[in-house]
């Protein structure tokens, strides 16, 4: 089969975007498939830039590109793309490695929905839903799945006005963004105003959300198939960018050390969760647990990272799926879907 991976891009996850997808590539090359990857920044890569690449090491660094860096890249990326469909059409299938900004916000699906063009993941109205936190947090709670209180801040707005009906610590971040960039835990008035300007760097909405205290854990869906719950256990306080991407930086605890019937619980909600936003195909659902059990709905990843730290392959192996067998469960999910 020819598949092309679609890597890169213009967003702040540009680097985790390249780690997974060479990896997915070099994957799906042992399955037999005709790779080909396609950077939708810099146009198609060759065997040896791929190699090169690897050859550096650690492909994410502990902080993501700069705006500058990415602002540069952008200038490019739509004549790039105009003058890649003719490969696109080729493949009989695209397998979406991007994470961020136009790879994970629905544009990119559009533009392959109308060109007829089967691609991983979900839909573009379903990856516009879950890459927008706010409304995702609507229909969550829609769906009976707990979540945080939250408000959405504007530039001007004062402290007072943001925290209103929340609690110190609260967590601040932009609304459309993932890998938590531009994510700050707030615990003093004070600083509310500084981590507000911070994550406008990188969103035109801005979210402050109160701060759950607990346990992290995550569930990944594949065809709305629960897989094995896992935790995550960060060196820092939260689940940032350096401890997603560093290893050594977290621990990943799968399945997770917890009671069977809140494994469960966690699985039904994630299920729930998957549907509420229309998803399909591959994703990810991440929560927090209270001390008492109670369990709070943190977002969902429609495009989740397959480094060799990320943790849906992490999730797969507990449930005896090697990283060739989920790249291709990924793949064929994607061909059974028909295109708007």
Same mark, same amino acid.
């Given at each position: 089969?020819?598949?092309?991976?679609?890597?890169?891009?213009?967003?702040?996850?540009?680097?985790?975007?390249?780690?997974?997808?060479?990896? $997915?590539?070099?994957?799906?090359?042992?399955?037999?498939?005709?790779?080909?990857?396609?950077?939708?920044?810099?146009?198609? %890569?060759?065997?040896?830039?791929?190699?090169?690449?690897?050859?550096?090491?650690?492909?994410?660094?502990?902080?993501?590109?700069?705006? @500058?860096?990415?602002?540069?890249?952008?200038?490019?990326?739509?004549?790039? *793309?105009?003058?890649?469909?003719? +490969?696109? +059409?080729?493949?009989?299938?695209?397998?979406?490695?991007?994470?961020?900004?136009?790879?994970?916000?629905?544009?990119?699906?559009?533009?392959?929905?109308?060109?007829?063009?089967?691609?991983?993941?979900?839909?573009?109205?379903?990856?516009?839903?879950?890459?927008?936190?706010?409304?995702?947090?609507?229909?969550?709670?829609?769906?009976?799945?707990?979540?945080?209180?939250? @408000?959405?801040?504007?530039?001007?707005?004062?402290?007072?006005?943001?925290?209103?009906?929340?609690?110190?610590?609260?967590?601040?971040?932009?609304?459309?963004?993932?890998?938590?960039?531009?994510?700050? $835990? $707030?615990?003093?008035?004070?600083?509310?105003?500084?981590?507000?300007?911070?994550?406008?760097?990188?969103?035109?909405?801005? *979210?402050?959300? +109160?701060?759950?205290?607990?346990?992290?854990?995550?569930?990944?869906?594949?065809?709305?198939?629960?897989?094995? $719950?896992?935790?995550?256990?960060?060196?820092? !306080?939260?689940?940032?960018? !350096?401890?997603?991407?560093?290893?050594? *930086? @977290?621990?990943?605890?799968?399945?997770?050390?917890?009671?069977?019937?809140?494994?469960?619980?966690?699985?039904?909600?994630?299920?729930?969760?998957?549907?509420? %936003?229309?998803?399909?195909?591959?994703?990810?659902?991440?929560?927090?647990?209270?001390?008492?059990?109670?369990?709070?709905?943190? !977002?969902?990843?429609?495009?989740?990272?397959?480094?060799?730290?990320?943790?849906?392959?992490?999730? @797969?192996?507990?449930?005896?799926?090697?990283?060739? !067998?989920?790249?291709?469960?990924?793949?064929?999910?994607?061909?059974?879907?028909?295109?708007?």
């Amino acid at each position: 089969m020819k598949i092309t991976v679609l890597m890169g891009g213009t967003s702040a996850e540009r680097d985790v975007s390249i780690a997974t997808s060479l990896r $997915v590539a070099e994957a799906l090359r042992t399955r037999e498939h005709e790779v080909v990857t396609l950077d939708t920044a810099r146009g198609p %890569l060759t065997l040896n830039e791929e190699k090169a690449l690897l050859a550096k090491g650690a492909i994410v660094k502990t902080t993501p590109p700069s705006q @500058a860096e990415l602002a540069e890249m952008a200038a490019q990326t739509l004549p790039q *793309m105009l003058r890649a469909i003719p +490969q696109l +059409q080729k493949a009989d299938c695209v397998f979406l490695g991007l994470h961020g900004g136009f790879g994970e916000d629905g544009s990119i699906q559009a533009l392959l929905d109308m060109a007829g063009i089967r691609y991983t993941g979900s839909g573009h109205l379903a990856s516009a839903l879950a890459m927008d936190k706010d409304l995702s947090k609507h229909l969550f709670r829609r769906a009976g799945v707990q979540t945080a209180s939250w @408000a959405m801040a504007r530039r001007d707005d004062q402290p007072d006005e943001l925290l209103k009906g929340l609690l110190l610590p609260v967590v601040v971040k932009p609304s459309k963004q993932g890998s938590t960039v531009g994510l700050s $835990v $707030v615990r003093k008035r004070e600083e509310l105003a500084a981590a507000v300007a911070e994550a406008f760097q990188y969103d035109d909405e801005v *979210m402050v959300e +109160q701060f759950v205290a607990g346990r992290e854990l995550t569930v990944g869906i594949i065809d709305g198939e629960a897989l094995p $719950v896992g935790e995550i256990i960060p060196k820092h !306080e939260i689940y940032d960018y !350096e401890c997603k991407y560093t290893p050594g *930086m @977290a621990e990943e605890v799968f399945p997770a050390q917890i009671p069977s019937d809140r494994a469960r619980e966690a699985q039904e909600l994630a299920r729930k969760a998957f549907q509420a %936003l229309k998803l399909r195909g591959c994703a990810r659902i991440d929560f927090r647990m209270t001390e008492d059990g109670s369990l709070f709905c943190l !977002e969902a990843n429609t495009l989740p990272g397959m480094t060799g730290t990320s943790l849906i392959p992490q999730g @797969a192996a507990a449930a005896g799926i090697s990283f060739p !067998e989920l790249c291709e469960r990924i793949v064929q999910s994607a061909l059974r879907e028909v295109p708007r």
